[in-house]
């Protein structure tokens, strides 16, 4: 499964939104970019996930560039609730193993 | 809606004890996953379970064993537990994995501790 880059820590206003970036420059074409958030000692969350379209559902948007070397998870509306390390992975189809790297540490602020 | 199930919470052995995690899912999901993290680190994958009765060895299988003897049931065994494995233990599960991905629902967490 491709490797993938993201920087270790951000912080976030409440009530703006939040872009993480993630970089898969050795993505290969079948497969997929997921996010997936852990929140302090919970098990880790699913967010959303997608191949080569955009992707939106109740709690994020994720955009993956046409290269799809890269794709930005956008949080529209940060809570302090979204205080999380958001991990960007890449899987492929029919894989079985999530490859959790270090992830973004994101400090919702009032 | 209970979803992923993890017993017990919290453990503390002592080295050289035995013990059984159990994972119990009740999404009717097909694929099951035991993992562990380790402080700072991301997850690594212990062993897996494509369906019952099968079982495969995932990124960090040594010293444990897994059983899946019902569908809804997934079980992580420690035959003599050593403090390198001080860990907390998440179990996951998912539909089938296919054409079109799944993603994986995990658990809250087992918290283990080897003295």
């Known amino acids: 499964d491709a490797k993938t880059t993201q920087p270790p820590s951000m912080d976030c206003a409440e009530g703006r939104a939040a872009n993480l970036p993630c970089n898969h420059s050795?993505?290969?074409?079948?497969?997929?970019v997921y996010w997936y958030r852990q929140i302090h000692s919970q098990g880790p969350q699913y967010i959303i996930h997608?191949?080569?379209n955009n992707e939106t559902n109740e709690m994020a948007s994720l955009i993956i560039t046409e290269d799809r070397k890269s794709s930005t998870l956008i949080l529209p509306h940060a809570t302090l609730r979204d205080t999380a390390v958001y991990y960007c992975i890449v899987q492929r189809a029919a894989g079985n193993k999530l490859t959790f790297g270090g992830g973004t540490r994101v400090l919702v602020k009032p | 809606n209970a979803g992923v199930t993890q017993t017990p919470k919290f453990r503390v052995l002592k080295t050289g004890q035995s013990m059984t995690l159990l994972c119990a899912q009740d999404m009717n999901h097909e694929y099951m996953y035991w993992y562990r993290q380790d402080p700072g680190m991301g997850l690594r994958l212990i062993h897996y379970?494509?369906?019952?009765?099968?079982?495969a060895k995932g990124e960090v299988p040594d010293g444990y064993n897994v059983s899946r003897l019902k569908k809804q049931n997934f079980l992580l065994g420690l035959e003599s537990a050593a403090p390198s494995q001080t860990s907390v233990y998440f179990c996951?599960?998912?539909?089938?994995?296919?054409?079109?991905?799944?993603?994986?629902?995990f658990g809250d967490g087992t918290r283990l501790s080897i003295l």
């Open positions: 997608g191949l080569k």
């Open positions: 050795t993505i290969s074409g079948n497969e997929y």
């Open positions: 996951a599960s998912s539909f089938r994995q296919g054409l079109r991905n799944q993603p994986q629902h």
């Open positions: 379970s494509v369906g019952e009765g099968t079982t």
